[in-house]
């Protein structure tokens, strides 16, 4: 019987194709000027949220799961009393990683593995010019009852954590993450507020 032989381009195909699956297995090249929609909250969530995320209420272990710029006019519509935010900003000396980049503690603290080099040069290259940068096709937040008052889920498909307030009646919540919710003690439908995951400011209403 006679064997069946590959084309000549189906060969050079082939060829391509296993050089591109062997590059594969490396760490992305730095960005010249990282933003945290891109480079750096991939980073921080593989890394950080463990001890620096929304289900924390260490007092001394601030948030870095939102790029808290307390200059945002869109923070300041929703007038959330955010003090358990970490500013991005170099001069605030509370951003993500900064006692490891600065030569003290190393973050994330043993014995969790270090950062890799390339991720660590992203983080000071971000230090630099601190930008939160755009989705080009957002997802808006939104909230709905889950399955029914008072209990209510606030989402983003983007994965992003999502602040915001309702007011119910005449109590205010205080939304400061993604997820399932309830209502306080006090607090009874309708409900009608503002969320906010870093781009889109959006109007909800939970009747």
Known sequence: MKRALLSPWLVSLLGIALLAAAGCGGEAPVPKAPTWVDDVMPILRANCFTCH?????????????FFYDPDDPKLRDINLPIGFMSPVTLASGRWPLWLMLKGGDRMPPV???????????????FQMSPKRGTRPANHTPKAGWFPKAPWFVVSDDDGEQVLGKLTCGSVEV?????GNQRLPAGASPPCTGLLYDGQDLQAVTLD
């Open 174 to 178: 205080l939304i400061d993450h993604t």
């Open 53 to 65: 995320g929304a289900g924390v209420r260490d007092k001394d272990a601030k948030r870095w799961d």
């Open 111 to 125: 014995p969790a593995p270090p950062l890799s080099e390339r991720d660590a040069q992203v983080l000071k290259l």
